[in-house]
């Protein structure tokens, strides 16, 4: 099956700082790839995806890119602010398949 | 729609006890997945279901696990005899097929003494 890697664990930068977190993938057959914003106590949420046929994608504050050659693919936060303090989640999926491999989740602290 | 529901949201039992962790998924989705989340092993999947048939369940730890579907609109996931070790976050997630996002319940916290 599937495996996702991600990194770092552990993230803390400073309010108006960007924010990187990096995930490999493992099936040169997954096509959807979505990063899930965690608060804490909460469920996770989808915050951005980008399918195969994309390299990137973005959506205000954060950004998605895509390399399929080297299977990796980046969040990227500009301008953080504390209300992004949250674990972030990478995922994949497989070509027709609906399950989702979860990265092992990066814990962002934003100081004020 | 009031999104995924789950219930319990809290529950404390004592080893041994028979665990029963209940889903609602949203209205219209195809596929129901349940998830375990704990520090050390972040988001396991442990079976998802589409059309209410079980298609993967290589993530269930053991035979202590079971998880049924019986209709489109309500699924269970458990847990007999339960462990410490099976003390976690269960999350039940349902999604529209392969091109759609998953929407995840607030998960049920489970505490086994």
């Known amino acids: 099956g599937e495996n996702v890697e991600q990194h770092p664990s552990t993230l803390s930068v400073q309010e108006g700082d960007s924010a990187v977190i990096k995930c490999t993938y493992s099936?040169?057959?997954?096509?959807?790839f979505p990063w899930y914003k965690q608060e804490l106590g909460k469920r996770p949420q989808l915050i951005i995806d980008?399918?195969?046929?994309?390299g990137e994608k973005k959506d205000q504050r954060i950004a998605v890119t895509l390399n399929k050659t080297a299977k990796h693919f980046s969040l990227h936060i500009t301008e953080t602010q504390p209300e992004d303090s949250a674990v972030y989640f990478c995922?994949?999926?497989?070509?027709?398949?609906?399950?989702?491999?979860f990265g092992t989740g990066t814990r962002l602290t934003v100081i004020p | 729609d009031a999104g995924v529901i789950q219930s319990p949201r809290h529950e404390v039992t004592e080893m041994g006890q028979e665990v029963t962790l209940r889903c609602k998924p949203i209205?219209?989705?195809?596929?129901l997945f349940w998830y375990r989340q704990t520090m050390m092993r972040g988001l396991e999947l442990l079976i998802y279901f589409n059309n209410n048939v079980p298609i993967d369940d290589s993530g269930m730890p053991e035979d202590r696990f079971s998880a049924k579907m019986p209709n489109a609109s309500f699924s269970t996931l458990k847990i007999q005899p339960s462990e410490p070790r099976d003390s976690a976050v269960y999350f039940c997630?349902?999604?529209?097929?392969?091109?759609?996002?998953?929407?995840f319940g607030e998960g049920s916290r489970l505490t086994v003494l």
């Open positions: 997630a349902s999604g529209a097929g392969v091109s759609g996002e998953l929407f």
């Open positions: 209205s219209g989705h195809n596929s």
């Open positions: 995922a994949a999926r497989g070509a027709g398949a609906n399950n989702l491999f």
């Open positions: 980008i399918r195969s046929n994309v």
């Open positions: 099936d040169s057959a997954s096509n959807y």
